[in-house]
């Protein structure tokens, strides 16, 4: 079943780069009593996502902060190590984006957003969506119908949403 608005987001443990190495992430810690925004992408250093989803929050990361958002999340179906490499070569980890990893798709599987184009390699990765949650509660979602897309799913469509 694919999450919707209104639910809340279920419990995951995301994976995140920190000093010491790869570090679990719960995401019921990074929601409880804040506004956060979270985009999905097929993948790191992905056409789409490098060139389109991710500079879409790197503009738009100031003006979300302005609307009380509290954190602006990038997850992927990778590894942190992978995550970590993507957020600074793309200047969006220094423009306060936080790139966590899902990278066995359990958080992904769990919200209902998994798709699979193996003449690719792409296996069980994330749908492209955006979301913003209060408290853990999805307020708005924007699902792209193809993965090759980033129209209702960009930073500055999602800005507007809410």
């Known amino acids: 079943m694919t999450i919707s608005e209104g ?9 995140q780069f920190g000093d010491k190495g790869p ?18 992408l097929p993948g790191a250093y992905t056409g789409t996502c490098t060139t389109a989803h991710v500079p879409s929050f790197m503009r738009t990361r100031a ?12 997850v ?9 490499a993507w957020g600074e070569s793309t200047g969006a980890a220094a423009a ?8 066995d798709a359990s958080f992904t599987k769990a919200i209902g957003l998994t798709f699979s184009a193996p ?11 955006a979301l913003y949650a209060e408290d853990g509660v999805v307020k708005v979602l924007h699902l792209e119908e193809s993965p090759g897309i980033c129209e209702i799913s960009g930073g500055e469509a999602l800005l507007a949403a809410i």
Do not use: H, W
């Not at 639910?7 to 994976?15: D, G, I």
């Not at 179906?77 to 970590?84: E, I, R, S, T």
């Open 7 to 15: 639910q809340s987001l279920p419990e995951a443990t995301l994976l």
């Open 96 to 103: 306060g984006i936080t790139f966590l990893g899902d990278a």
């Open 119 to 129: 003449p690719v390699g792409l296996i069980d990765r994330s749908k492209r969506y």
């Open 76 to 84: 992927s179906v990778n590894d942190p190590f992978v995550m970590k």
């Open 23 to 40: 570090e679990q992430v719960a995401l019921a810690d990074k929601l409880k009593g804040r506004k956060v925004v979270i985009f999905g």
């Open 63 to 74: 003006k979300f902060a302005e609307k009380g958002v509290d954190e602006v999340i990038c």
